[in-house]
């Protein structure tokens, strides 16, 4: 997609997603294919692709040879691009799976390539679809994770919006996105925004972030949710409790 035309984006049927999944084998070669030809004339054929509602400016994924790279880009042109979705649009499995079969499977095929091309059922299915319950897929399909990546950590507070995604991005995005989001701050950005401004503290202090940092601010912030109301808290102080916990394992810092 490239441009500035305003387009529609498209979705599949229920019955379409239900189908592909049920039926594999009988999709399975296609999902080599080099274009979506085969996939777009089958909807056609079966009534099962439609232009939904949702406009949007005409906008193109980058797809660097490098992930983390192209990562943070794309967190920050779909969401732009989509920043009017709703949550509940942006949950819908109908929605991603369209565009990736039918507006985006040049990146779908980039992202998820070696996953594609090993045949293997789940891991072809996982790059399109949602596999693992709603809350947890919108995180992890290639392309619904760029939105919701956006929406949970964009920060109007800061002259750098993506200040954050900038940090997520850096290594391991994927895994680090669906960690953060496990746990209750897919519903209150302030405190994934505190566990971030910790780390991005503590980065500027000269400390190398790495997914450890990840795993133990998720640990202990999971852990006072379970003795406090977590929604009751500032994102002062999550930054303020996260970084207690961790001068206890890395050594004081800031």
Known sequence: MKGCDIVKLIYLSQEAVDNIKIDFRKYRKHFKDETNEWFVQHFEKNGWMQESKIQCDEFSLDMDEDYDISDR???EVLYEALRDLSPSLAADERLW?????CQFWDY??????????SGIERDVLNSFFFLRGTKRSCFMNCLSRLWWTGCLLYDSSMSDHYRAVDLITETAFASNIVLLSSNNFVSNKNLALGVLDCLYK???????????????????????????????MTREEVCALTNRRLDKIYG???
């Open 73 to 75: 880009k794309n967190v």
């Open 97 to 101: 799976s369209g565009m990736l079969f």
């Open 108 to 117: 779908v095929k980039y992202r998820r390539r070696k996953e594609i091309e």
């Open 202 to 232: 503590r980065k500027q202090a000269g400390e190398k972030i790495g997914r450890y940092h990840f795993v133990e601010a998720n640990k202990y912030i999971n852990c006072i949710g379970g003795i406090t109301l977590l929604d009751t």
């Open 252 to 254: 004081k810092l800031i």
